[in-house]
């Protein structure tokens, strides 16, 4: 039986409407959701002694149980399908002597002005606004000007929609310039999924006294669980507030039939600032075995680790989930510009929201397990925030790692999920002659995270492999007490250098950073600092790596690129292409000695253009390295401009393992966990 119109105009046809409600008989025709759905906000703007008209009423019961609920009884219906007007008459005038229906066009209502309190709209006006023809929107600005006309000043215009943007944006224009105030429900619904993925709003246009010359908007916002509204500031952002309850309602939906063949992901906003508090994942495990217990889990990811292979990236959320033995696992990461009491408050603010996205099959009334490292939610202390003008707003923050290790961190939040700098912070010793407490079992509480930059350590796996390759200089000293010449550019929180500079007693280094409040940053907060053998020069990396070209070749041992590109449409974050162009690599190898090693962190993502910078390094330089960094993107290259400085993994290994005992004999500390040899195992030749 055919009861939707062959095109969309025909939803404005009385014809259309007519033979559609012949066919459907008395069968009532509930567009969007049922009456005890929409109660709760009709309650909160309907009047018991309100006179309210209903447009395009069709055969809904919803005047009918305002009516018989004691909601309101002084209701006006009208529809254009002189078929349904009949069939409601003969269905409900006797048991409701105060209702009304009448066959009448809503473009074109006899009623005077200002002749009812409420104008209720259920569908109708989607039904009529299909599309963005010069028709079609005349057609709904008569409409509303009907509609206008028709109320009261304080009057309400309630119209239930799925608020499809062009329909939303076109309603909310129109009343707010007006003068009208705006505000926008959400409705839980509990109907057919399978019909209707997307929840129901209603539009609530309250109607004032036009004041001349004022721009005054007020948009409003609000959800069944928000005690008070949300003010937006635009209409644009009301529509996009709109599309992200359309899209969590799409997920929730999608995650309630079937498994997700992929990882989903959506933010929960703090609903004053409107700023992303909670960052889902949704991660399903096919080969975990259920039981009634293992179907469903919550892990709590702790603040600051975020970014940590397991936690930040897909296939680190999949072999935690496989690890976990759950079915469904949704991982929650807590964002920095957010205060979290603790375990509790998270899980008794988080829990409505995640049982959402339970899996099919769930028991009712299951008991859902929050999980997390350690049982807290970590520690996050955010020392500094500022702006660069060249990478925007950062911070530096303090945060608690594996073995109760505290960590600083530099991260641009314009890519919030990447650690720009990292360095280890060392436990603050007692004072001499005073003797360590001993810890309080029964009232463990974090303690405020330590201050000393520990600057013998590297954070990042690709820095050691860095610093391994230079191994690769061909030297008959020791090379931690031989003077090499290196040149470092990117400078971060100087973590590279200052290892460089620490550790090779002999080296002079000279970094080149760009960026004016890095080296602000550095200085500041990750002990970094400048002397005779260590010189920083704000300048671009192109332009000085090319004056050094022009003015002396062959100056330096080792030149280590770690340069991140702000160009975020490419799929390569560091370096930026400029600078593995062949015109500019072949200044690199200008100012590079014979026997001298270039040392690269490649950071790609796009095969196809990692394969072409790899070509065009081959080009330049004859011998070719390369270390993957497992569970990372990056790859360490290591470049010489004389092919006859190979070297085969054996000998690399003896080189390394000789350099560690060297760095060891300094008098520095030592992590065993650089295990360069270990890291020129792996080396290969390209």
């Known amino acids: 039986m055919e009861l939707l119109p062959r095109s969309p105009g025909e939803f404005g046809s009385a014809r259309y409407w007519d033979r559609f409600f012949r066919q459907r008989g008395q069968r009532p025709f509930e567009w969007y959701g049922a009456f005890p759905e929409l109660c709760p906000v009709l309650l909160k703007y309907v009047r018991p002694r309100d006179k309210v008209l209903v447009v395009g009423c069709g055969n809904s019961e919803l005047s009918e149980q305002m009516y018989d609920t004691g909601m309101c009884e002084d209701i006006v219906n009208i529809d254009i399908s002189d078929a349904v007007i009949r069939q409601m008459q003969e269905r409900s005038t006797s048991k409701r002597p105060k209702m009304s229906y009448l066959q009448m066009d809503m473009l074109h209502m006899d ?14 006006l989607d039904a009529i606004l299909t599309d963005d023809e010069e028709v079609t929107l005349a057609k709904v600005d008569r409409m509303f000007a009907e509609i206008s006309r028709v109320l009261q000043v304080g009057g309400r215009y309630l119209c239930v929609s799925l608020a499809q943007a062009h329909v939303l944006k076109k309603a909310v224009e129109y009343f707010s310039q007006e003068g009208w105030v705006v505000r926008v429900h959400e409705v839980a619904t509990s109907g057919d999924k399978q019909q209707f993925v997307l929840p129901v709003f209603v539009y609530v246009m309250t109607k004032f006294r036009k004041i001349p010359g004022s721009a005054l ?106 690890s976990a033995g759950f079915g469904r696992l949704v991982t929650v990461a807590l964002h ?10 998270i899980q008794a603010e988080l829990s409505g929201k995640v049982m959402e996205l339970a899996p099919p099959g769930l028991p009712a009334r299951q008991q859902v397990p929050f999980l997390s490292v350690g049982g807290d939610i970590g520690v996050r202390k955010v020392w500094h925030c500022g702006t660069s003008s060249l990478s925007g707003e950062f911070v530096v923050e303090d945060v608690k790692g594996n073995d109760a290790c505290y960590f600083r961190r530099l991260v641009f939040l314009s890519n919030r999920n990447v650690v720009q700098s990292e360095a280890r912070l060392l436990a603050p ?20 995270p330590p201050m000393a930059i520990d600057k013998s350590y590297l954070c990042c796996e690709h820095h050691k492999a860095m610093v391994a390759g230079l191994c690769l200089l061909g030297s008959s000293d020791p090379l931690p007490g031989a003077p ?56 671009d990396g192109l332009d000085h790596v090319a004056k050094l070209a022009a003015e002396a070749p ?80 990056n790859e360490i290259l290591f470049c010489q401009p004389n092919p006859k400085s190979r070297r085969d993994p054996v000998e690399l290994t003896v080189l390394a393992q000789a350099l560690e005992g060297s760095m060891q004999q300094l008098g520095h500390s030592w992590d065993s966990s650089y295990a360069l040899a270990d890291m020129l195992q792996a080396i290969t030749i390209l």
């Open 111 to 124: 009623f005077p002005d200002a002749h009812f309190q409420v104008a209720l709209d259920k569908g109708t």
């Open 554 to 633: 062959a100056q330096y041992d080792a030149i280590m690129f770690d340069v991140d590109s702000k160009d975020l449409t490419l799929g390569m974050s560091c370096p930026p292409l400029a600078f593995v162009e062949k015109p500019f690599l072949e200044k690199v190898k200008t100012i590079l000695k014979p026997e001298g090693v270039f040392v690269l962190n490649l950071v790609c993502r796009d095969a196809q253009l990692k394969e072409s910078v790899l070509a065009t390094l081959r080009e330049v330089f004859p011998l070719l390295y390369a270390r993957r960094i497992d569970e990372e993107v």
């Open 429 to 448: 010793a007692p004072p001499p002659g005073q003797k360590k407490r001993k810890k309080d079992k029964k009232k463990p509480c974090p303690a405020e």
């Open 484 to 539: 090499i010449a290196v040149l470092v550019v990117g400078l971060g929180g100087g973590s590279l250098p200052l290892f460089v500079h620490d550790y090779f007693p002999q080296a002079r280094v000279a970094v080149v950073e760009i960026d004016p409040s890095m080296l602000e940053v550095a200085k500041c907060w990750f002990g970094f600092s400048q002397d005779d053998r260590m010189q920083v020069h704000i300048a």
């Open 336 to 345: 920095r510009e957010q205060h979290y009491e603790g375990m509790a408050s």
């Open 217 to 322: 908007q007020i948009l409003e916002i609000c959800s069944e669980e928000q005690d008070k509204p949300l003010r937006l500031e635009s209409t644009e952002r009301l529509v996009e507030a709109v599309k992200d309850r359309q899209h969590y309602a799409l997920l929730c939906s999608q995650v309630s039939k079937a498994p997700c063949g992929e990882q989903l992901s959506l933010d929960l906003c703090d609903k004053a600032s409107g700023r992303p508090r909670y960052t889902l994942h949704v991660v399903d495990s096919p080969a975990v075995k259920l039981s009634r217990d293992n179907r469903f889990a919550i892990f709590i990811i702790p603040q600051g680790r975020e970014t940590e292979w397991l936690f930040g990236t897909e296939e680190g959320r999949r072999q935690l989930a496989a």
